[in-house]
């Protein structure tokens, strides 16, 4: 059973993610931090959630 409260403000697709509302498309934190791994990112690869944790495995 998903115990999950999505915050409506911040979307999310990475089920992976321990953050993640499984069965809605959102994320479950009040905000988020968004980072970059580039030193001029130009790209939208190069923008990293930092709030990311890996879910553990069921």
């Known amino acids: 059973m998903d115990k999950c409260s999505p915050n409506k403000s911040i979307r999310c697709s990475v089920s992976k993610c321990k953050n993640h509302c499984i069965t809605q498309n959102f994320c479950s934190l009040p905000n988020v931090s968004i980072g970059t791994h580039e030193k001029n990112p130009t790209k939208c690869q190069c923008i ?4 990311f944790k890996v879910r553990d495995e069921y």
């Open 48 to 51: 990293d959630c930092e709030s």
